[in-house]
Structure formats: structure tokens, C-alpha cells
T-cell receptor, first 113, second 112 residues
Framework: AQSVTQLDSHVSVSEGTPVLLRCNYS??????LFWYVQHPNKGLQLLLK??????LVKGINGFEAEFKKSETSFHLTKPSAHMSDAAEYFC???????????FGKGTKLSVKP | DGGITQSPKYLFRKEGQNVTLSCEQN?????MYWYRQDPGQGLRLIYY???????QKGDIAEGYSVSREKKESFPLTVTSAQKNPTAFYLC???????????FGPGTRLTVL
């Protein structure tokens, strides 16, 4: 069975410092992995996706994630945080019943001026 | 513009009433989904549909019902049997069942 664990429920950084949001997954086969972002009272927007091509995936707004099969991780990073990055981030793995997506519980990112 | 629309944005309901949330997409996607979001819980799948006139229960289908009479529409009814319906509801669609999903803006339902 597939599952995903976001290791931090809340991360706080200062503007201009690096961002690291951690995600571990469990899958019985090579999964597709996604990161989505949600601003308050909005829908989810896709940041990036991994689908068994390059292990380093670049997304929108300067975010990137690295797929590490040996560590079953797919951590999200950004070199320099911006105030507009403050939001909730979801790590997602494919492979639920009939191929549905399975969502982590989310990490809320706060950015201090 | 292609996308997914949900209406209304905010919805208030009295206990014991059924209410229907609208979801429409013009992306020509085959698959559509309904999720419920509660603080700290992530997204939980209520129902999904891979094709017109067919749908399956997700993880928390009790107290909800859906229909899929048209490809572009997937309304969700929250019935009086749902014990704790106050939540944020998100609709999504995808080209196929295991790919990237596109989300609507959500409907916040409050039971008074």
C-alpha cells in the first residue's frame, strides 16, 4: 500500500533564508510524486511532479524537489524564502485504489520578515 | 479559460438539511474527485468518478452522495446523515485516474 508522511506540521523561516519541507513515502512500486501548495481558503496548485524521469525536479516559483529512492524521500526545497511563499504544502503520492492520489497531512510554512 | 469552478464559495446549512455543492470543469477530463479538508487532516477522498455514469466511494463516503450524468459536472450532496459536515470541500479533475489533479477553489460549508 502507498502512504506519505510529512515530517513537520509547521516550519518557520526568515525571508531570504532556505526552505526545507520534508516528505517520506512508502510505495510497493515506482510511484509518481507531487507537491501542491494551498494559500488560505484557496484550492491546491501544483508546484512540481516526479514521474520517473530526472530525480531532481524543478517546479514553479523557484521550488525544487529531489527523489531519493534509497531514502524513500521527496523533500521540497527553495534557496531563498519570500513572504509570498507562506502557505500550506502537501506532499502527494499516486497509487491509492484505482490509482488515486494519497495526500500527506500538510506542512504549514510561515515566513518572517 | 479552462478550469474547474465550484459554487457557492460559502454555504450555510441548518442541521437536518441536505445541501448540494456544485463542481464543473471544462478541461475535458474524464476523472473527477471530491475531497474534504479539515485542519491538520490533509485531504480525504469522499467520492471519485473515472467516467460518466460511474463513481466509486472513497475513504469517507458515509453521509455523502454524488452523480455523474455529464462529463463536465460532478455535484456532491451532503445529506443529513453526515454527522459533522462543517468543512472545506474541494473538487478536482484529471485526464486519467493516476495523474496530476487540477483543483477548484473550494466551498466552505458551515452547519448552523
Amino acid at each position: 500500500a502507498q502512504s506519505v508522511t510529512q515530517l513537520d506540521s509547521h516550519v518557520s523561516v526568515s525571508e531570504g533564508t532556505p526552505v526545507l519541507l520534508r516528505c517520506n513515502y512508502s510505495s510497493s512500486y515506482s510511484p509518481s510524486l507531487f507537491w501542491y501548495v494551498q494559500h488560505p481558503n484557496k484550492g491546491l496548485q501544483l508546484l512540481l511532479k516526479y514521474t520517473s524521469a530526472a530525480t531532481l525536479v524543478k517546479g514553479i516559483n523557484g521550488f525544487e524537489a529531489e527523489f531519493k529512492k534509497s531514502e524513500t524521500s521527496f523533500h521540497l526545497t527553495k534557496p531563498s524564502a519570500h513572504m509570498s511563499d507562506a502557505a500550506e504544502y502537501f506532499c502527494v503520492v499516486s497509487g491509492g485504489s484505482q490509482g488515486n492520489l494519497i495526500f500527506g497531512k500538510g506542512t504549514k510554512l510561515s515566513v518572517k520578515p | 479559460d479552462g478550469g474547474i469552478t465550484q459554487s457557492p464559495k460559502y454555504l450555510f446549512r441548518k442541521e437536518g438539511q441536505n445541501v448540494t455543492l456544485s463542481c464543473e470543469q471544462n478541461l475535458n477530463h474524464d476523472a473527477m474527485y471530491w475531497y474534504r479538508q479539515d485542519p491538520g487532516q490533509g485531504l480525504r477522498l469522499i467520492y471519485y468518478s473515472q467516467i460518466v455514469n460511474d463513481f466509486q466511494k472513497g475513504d469517507i463516503a458515509e453521509g455523502y452522495s454524488v452523480s455523474r450524468e455529464k462529463k463536465e459536472s460532478f455535484p456532491l450532496t451532503v445529506t443529513s446523515a453526515q454527522k459533522n459536515p462543517t468543512a472545506f470541500y474541494l473538487c478536482a479533475s484529471s485526464i486519467r485516474g493516476d495523474g496530476e489533479q487540477f483543483f477548484g477553489p473550494g466551498t466552505r460549508l458551515t452547519v448552523l
